[in-house]
């Protein structure tokens, strides 16, 4: 068999993914990939992810690596490092900057697993991100 594209590979899975994880999942390539990086594209990716993985704990992994590279980056050039008033390299941002992409690929995971396991998918079994609940059935 021929390897298909990401995109056609989307659109061919037995389960098709929901445009939320589509969309997650392309912002987060994106911004691994771009040769530009601006702290605040995080928020970019923040309302898709929301959308695709409705679950506190994950959301709040992936957050607090964004916050630490967040913080790194600003402490760096307030000059509040060491290295800022040096010019040496900042151990803090070397450090910062691994851990960003280890937790978008984590959040990448967990999207990629729910449309290959849509059974642990928390928009398709109805939890909200307020109460991880079920939804209240509609009266109809």
Known sequence: TRSRGGWVRGLTWAVRPGRAQVGCLSVAAFRLCD???CPQCVLW???VAVLARPRWRDLRIWQACELFYFASVWFYLGGFTASATSGATDPLYLVAIPVRV????YLMFLVTRDILDPSGDPVRNGETLVGLGKTPARAG
């Open 35 to 37: 040769k530009v990086d």
């Open 45 to 47: 990716l923040l309302p």
């Open 102 to 105: 280890i937790g978008e690929l």
